[in-house]
Nanobody
Framework: QEPLVESGGGLVQPGGSLRLSCATS????????MGWYRQAPGKQREFVAR???????NYADSLKGQFTISRDITMATVYLQMNSLKPEDTAVYYC??????????????WGQGTQVTVSS
């Protein structure tokens, strides 16, 4: 069984919203910082947001106020609510788990990725 399983990607019009989900285990929540990265075609994978085992959230500066990360401990699921989506938000979004601050070199587990396409 994969440790991180994403869902919720798809096609959305500019200005629309999507919510991504990442299902994992409760043990991951207690051990790891969870978060999201994204990778657009021809670009490097970049940090989007993270939430610590204590529940503290942090965001990429450019995405503050647009994206919200949250979690449901009983469901062992991390969410990424994405609002006011723009074509430049088009990317494959990856769930990640690892040690704080969840810089890319500290990610221990990656999800399989889910495609988000913002287009009219």
């Amino acid at each position: 069984q994969e440790p991180l399983v994403e869902s919720g990607g798809g096609l959305v019009q500019p200005g629309g919203s999507l919510r991504l989900s990442c299902a994992t285990s409760r043990s991951f929540f207690s051990i790891y910082t969870m978060g999201w990265y994204r990778q657009a075609p021809g670009k490097q994978r970049e940090f989007v947001a993270r939430i610590s085992s204590g529940g503290t959230a942090n965001y990429a500066d450019s995405l503050k106020g647009q994206f919200t990360i949250s979690r449901d401990i009983t469901m062992a699921t991390v969410y990424l609510q994405m609002n006011s989506l723009k074509p430049e938000d088009t990317a494959v979004y990856y769930c990640a788990a690892g040690r704080s601050p969840l810089s890319i070199d500290r990610v221990a587990y990656w999800g399989q990725g889910t495609q988000v396409t913002v287009s009219s």
